[in-house]
């Protein structure tokens, strides 16, 4: 099959994103890492050393010298970050759990609704997602302010006498994250239980299973695969999540990407939020590589 | 199936629905709200459409990001689209595990984390900090979800076809554009238009990756944003999600065209 001309377009398919990935993804990491073993410096690149080789080898290996552990062992030290580490994870399980909790019923009824108008009902959900994600976290601050659209509800039918307080928690993170992220998580349920065939339901209820335990032995186990997509998809990208905790859950509130935001924008500590970074990346190996893991695996099975 | 589409389903999506839309429904509705505060229905107007077209900086920040969009999108369909035949076509070649965790990874990566590697990047490379650096980042990081559109696509495509027409002595490069190309055509354009949706959507990345003179709208709305809710950005905000709904509409409409078409063609071959 192969002719001679393929051979040079067949390598350049690969090469091309290959490379373009290589210097816009991944030697970045080793750059982040480099600057997280500087020392801050009032400079422009505000770091020191500045690796060049224009001083001559001799140069470039006393620089070397510099790189320190120091901004990780001041991460250690200052109870801040720890703090904030554990409460993004937190943070981030909590909501995915409660996207899960949202989603599943939605994404069911999707999958048992009649053939002729699933199409339909996929793009509604597809739909908000393609409306700006910083648009659809504003609509929340409306809604959930003391004085907003929420609670002149809640107090025009009685149900409090009392405006709730939601902006600017936890709960407020919640809401944002499971509403935004809420596409992703329904998705991969989804399909999972489209692709379900429903007769073992009938087979399981016919052998005396009552639906509850129909579901649990049979339903859930089958769109497990589904399960573990939508949660991987919503929980690492909420771990490190900026923009919902910022507009959100108010100045209170401890989340990794904020802290980094703050660190590189506020303070200006560029070390430091590489440092953050860092270990933020390490934190997320292991969940990067099981979603990696299902994603090849379901291109395996598309095959 | 009827009976299986209970009570139960029906509630769940309905409630599931208005979960989804109210919130972009209610902040359509306040944008026409004569009161300036966004909470307290006082009225239709359309006074906060007309001082948001007189808001120079929110105009340029406008026409910065589509630029980038337009611009981005398409560089990124390109390297999106060779990504996802190179991971579909060929199994076997030297460092396709990274190759695949490179295309994978952005998907889940935290914006914070993309956006200030980048950003190290540039300034490493000695890139000033502006309009070329943003779009550079945009085309990275869309460019791994136009490949994963295109690749769902490649997956499920008849390699017979191709082969029939190499065997018909097509050399590749042309069988690629009129065999493969036009079959998964309609993959990619939906894979532009994430890309473009992607780019002109994005706070965090472009936020670290872009200098003085390129601020996007969501920069913008962002700033103003913290200061307080305006019905200046509610109108802002519906302008953009009625050029989204337009777009999506139009591209549903092209594509059940085109289905149709296809099922048409269908018959009409087995017939003749």
Redesign the interface.
Known sequence: ?K?P??AV??R???I???L??????????F??FK?SLSTTAIAM?PYTPVLSLSDGVAALMSQLGEFSFDNYIWLTQDALYFNAYVSSVVIAAISTFLALL??Y??A???A????TIRPT?L???I??F???????V??????L?P???LN?FLLATGLIDQPLVILNTHTAIFIGIV?SY??FM?LPLYSALEKMD?SLIEAAQDLGCTPISAFWKVTFPLSLPGVIAGC??VF??A?????IPD?LGGSQTLMI?KT??NE??ANRD?PV??AV?VI??LL?VVP?MF??QA??RA?EQ?? | ??S???R??????VL??A???L??V??VI?SFNESKL??VWGGFSTKWYVSLFHNQGLMDAAWVTIRVGLISATLATI??T??A??????TR?R?RV????????????????TG???L??F??VGLDRGFVTLT??H??FS?CFV?VVV??RL??FDRSLE?AA?DLGA???KTFFQITLPVILPAIISGWMLAF?LS??D??IS??TSGPGATTL?MK??SQ??LG?TPE?NAA?TI??GI??V??IAA?LVNKQREVQRLRDEQAAQRG
């Open positions: 099959m002719r001309l393929s377009t067949d350049l398919v690969i091309i994103p290959y373009w990935l290589l210097f816009f993804f991944l030697i970045p990491f750059i982040v600057i690149p949202v989603g019923p939605i069911y009824g999707m048992r609704a009649p053939a009902l793009m509604l959900v739909l908000p393609w409306t700006s994600f910083l648009i659809r504003y609509a929340w601050i409306g809604i302010k004085e907003g659209l002149q509403y809420l596409p329904i429903y991987l998809l690492i990208p771990v490190g999540e900026f923009v507009l990407g980094l935001w590189f924008f560029w939020s590489s970074a933020l990346l997320l990067i979603f990696q994603q090849a291109q598309g095959r | 199936m009827n299986s589409w209970s139960f389903n029906i509630t769940a999506i599931g629905f979960f989804l839309y919130p972009i209610l902040l306040f966004v909470t390297l999106g060779l990504a035949l190179a991971l579909t076509r060929y070649f460092g990274l190759f695949s965790g490179m295309v994978f990874a952005p998907l889940v990566m935290p914006e914070v984390i200030l590697s980048l190290l990047l300034v490493a550079l980042a085309i990275t460019m490949a690749q769902s997956v499920t082969e190499m050399p590749p490069v949706t002109i959507d706070l965090v936020s670290f969501p709305i962002y944003v913290r809710v950005i905000c953009l999600i989204v709904a777009g999506v549903s």
